[in-house]
């Protein structure tokens, strides 16, 4: 038997989606969604446009059709599930397009994010960890960790990686906010990533004058040689550096936040001088917590038949990887938070040809900060009630917008 869009349709309980968290619970997927996977890997939901895509909550079959050829990213599809509406030309780069096009320019700039690249890199990230935290720790208490550590740290790496100046970092953490805040008007959004894209060009155009040794210059390369235009080359600038800073700055704050809350594994993680246990520790956070919590976004552009169902050709696809992460047939006791488990197959980078460029770096970043944050701070402690603390769930990328803390 197989489903279609007419009779899920027709249905009057398709449920709303995305879905809110349980009070008091802010590391979990929302009760409904998990309710949803005990009714079997796919559902159709509505979304803030009355659409009723595909949600696929079990981890089997999110892989399959993240890594299946005829499903497509590109926003442009009729039928492509949006999270909010869409502001007129608005781009996002490759992480919105299908191959060969996306592959052509993901090839352009992935040897910079290979793993030895970025291994080269973990001297200077620990420097900056280290400085910054010299400096909170002469600085004033309660403090806000994302203002003071969690965003500065992913902002700096990136800034220099790509050869942006870092003294512009109010004028690009701000505008990154309002690109990914659901909540946002798409004039805000589409002001925002005007602003941004201006931004990327103008340096770009430097970059062409005078090149520097910096990821952009080379994406500037590709300008002069005719590969890219310029205003692809600022794209993708815009989405190296977005990507870049806020998706690992929420990882910190959040998974600090998390470790708080389980002091037997944050002892585990400050007691540790093993960098096996830090580098199990990361991939079990980022299992665990699942910061991007709307789901990858992808369109069927032929019929495909998965676990007894069919999705038709133009029907939108959410595979919730948040739940994905929590499922008991993969990760035994799911809802645990275990450092010394092995998560390493979780799909919190994504899966298939859009899985996260840039995991290297987010993995390194996170083994020094998680490694170094602890033990320099070993009385590290919340300054506030958890009930308190603001958590982005209307942001394409979940956490918390402050973490005061003290020790
Ligand atoms: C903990 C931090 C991070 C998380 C959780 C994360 C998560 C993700 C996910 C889930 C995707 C897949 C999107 C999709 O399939 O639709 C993705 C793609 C991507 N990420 Fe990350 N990311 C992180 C850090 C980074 C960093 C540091 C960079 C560096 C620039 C980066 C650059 C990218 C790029 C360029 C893509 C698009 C890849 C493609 O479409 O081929 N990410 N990321």
């Known amino acids: 038997m197989t489903d279609t869009l007419s009779d899920a349709v027709s249905r009057p309980e398709v449920p709303d989606f995305p879905m809110a968290r349980a009070a008091g619970c802010p590391f979990d997927p929302p009760p409904a969604l998990q309710a949803l996977r005990e009714e079997g890997p796919l559902a159709k939901v509505r979304l803030w446009d009355g659409s009723t ?20 990213a590109d926003v442009t599809r009729p039928g492509f599930p949006s999270p909010a509406p869409r502001p007129r030309n608005s781009s996002l780069s490759f992480i919105l397009m299908d191959d060969p096009e996306h592959a052509r320019q993901r090839r352009m700039v992935q040897a910079t994010f290979t793993v030895r690249r970025v291994e080269s890199m973990r001297p200077a990230v620990q420097k900056i960890v280290d400085d910054l935290l010299d400096e909170l720790l002469a600085g ?58 201006e931004y990327l060009d103008e340096l770009v155009g430097r970059k062409l004058a005078e090149p520097g040794d910096d990821l952009l210059s080379r994406v500037a390369e590709r300008v002069t040689s ?32 998390a470790l708080l809350r389980h002091p037997d594994q944050l002892a585990l993680l400050r007691e540790s001088d093993d960098p096996k246990l830090v580098a199990g520790a ?37 595979l919730a990887n948040d739940i994905g992460n929590r499922d ?16 390493r197959r979780h799909v919190a980078f994504g899966f298939g040809v859009h899985q996260c460029l840039g995991q290297p770096l987010a993995r390194m970043e996170l083994q020094v900060v998680y490694s170094t944050l602890y033990r320099r701070i ?3 402690r919340l300054a506030t009630d958890l009930e308190r603390i603001p958590f982005k769930h209307d942001g394409a ?7 005061p803390v003290t020790w």
């Open 397 to 403: 990328v979940y956490g918390v917008y402050e973490l």
């Open 378 to 380: 070993p009385t590290l």
């Open 282 to 318: 990361v991939e079990e956070l980022l299992r665990y917590l699942n910061i991007t919590h709307n789901g990858r976004r992808r369109v069927a552009r032929e019929d495909i038949e998965i676990a007894g169902r069919t999705i038709r050709a133009g029907e939108g696809i959410i």
């Open 328 to 343: 008991p047939e993969v990760f035994p006791d799911p809802d645990e938070l275990d450092l010394r488990r092995d998560a």
């Open 53 to 72: 895509p595909w949600l696929v909550t079990s981890y089997a079959e999110q892989r399959a059709l993240l890594a299946d050829p005829r499903v497509s």
């Open 226 to 257: 005719g590969e890219l235009t310029r205003r692809q080359a600022a794209q993708m600038g815009v989405l190296l550096l977005i990507a870049g800073h806020e998706t690992t700055a929420n990882m910190i704050a959040l998974g600090t936040l």
């Open 140 to 197: 004033p208490r309660p403090v806000d960790l994302v203002e003071a550590f969690a965003l500065p740290v992913p902002s700096l790496v990136i800034c220099e990686l790509l050869g942006v100046p870092y003294a512009d970092h109010d004028f690009f953490q701000d505008n990154s906010k309002t690109i990914i805040r659901r909540s946002a008007t798409p004039e805000q959004r589409a002001e925002a990533g005007a602003r941004l894209n």
